[in-house]
């Protein structure tokens, strides 16, 4: 049997240089330039690129490295409901709803205007740095919600022009799920009718066997989630650029699970981790 042990290598990008005052402001910082990526030289992606490949040739049998550039969904009708009540409130009680007469944001919200525009943002900065290089996805994910599917297809519209490479909508990338209405996702039948243009994972089931109106899922649970769908990304000895489309719950668990400094993103952010993985038997567990 083998595990892996995946932590967070620091040292490329704006958002792992550990900064008090910067983390706590971080979720006003949702796409720094060049996605935060240190280097600001006209070479900067090539130059990361080889810095990649080097760790990878360099790398023991058992060990790989791969950079995820994770972004988080735009703005969504829930989002603006929690910030109506207050997370506290929301958590009690309006979470459990789908709305209150004036939003609806249950089940499974779309993107509100501002989510839309935070989505192109994002689009354009992706197009602002393919000048200079940047490494676009060799393979794409996706949570199977609404508001990560629009803003998957709204990010790479015009970035992602290979029909080769389509996102791959993946269970295990939702957020963090149960009891709030918002998490629960729609059939496989509408997301397959809607978004012809993106892949259903294998096994994916028609209704949503996984949201539980009366037990939220747990941290431990959460990163328990998360790291299978790291698993899942590291079978995949060949392609070494992801980017995963998710949520700030979904994310912060990659972020535990890969040793990494805690980080608010915002809606419509950006989190890019170079990530290194090793194999490890079960003898060789601590």
Known sequence: MVQRLYQA?????????????????????????RFGLLDGSAERWTTFRLAIS??????????????????????????VAEAKYGTQAWDDYWSKLNGDGELVWGPDPDLTPLGVDQAIAARELWKAELPFGI?????????PLTRAIRTNILTFEGVITDDTRKTTIVENCREENGVHTCDKRRSRSF??????????????????ELWDANARETKTELD???????????????????????????IGAILRVTNHWSYRLATGGYIPIVIKGTNLTTDSMP
């Open 9 to 33: 290598v620091h040292g490329f990008f704006l958002q792992d240089q550990y900064d008090k005052d910067l983390h706590i402001k971080s979720s006003s910082i949702s796409l720094p330039s």
């Open 135 to 143: 490494p676009l996805p060799e393979k794409l994910y996706c949570s």
């Open 191 to 208: 997301i397959k009718s809607t978004y012809p243009q993106l892949l259903l994972e294998e096994g994916f089931t028609e209704e949503d």
């Open 54 to 79: 080097q760790l990878n040739a360099n790398a023991p049998e058992n060990t790989s490295y791969k950079v995820i550039f994770f972004g988080r969904h735009g703005e969504g009708y829930h989002n």
């Open 224 to 250: 328990a989630r998360a790291r299978t769908v790291l698993d899942n990304v590291f079978e995949d000895g060949e392609k070494q650029f992801i980017s995963i489309t998710a949520h700030g719950g979904f």
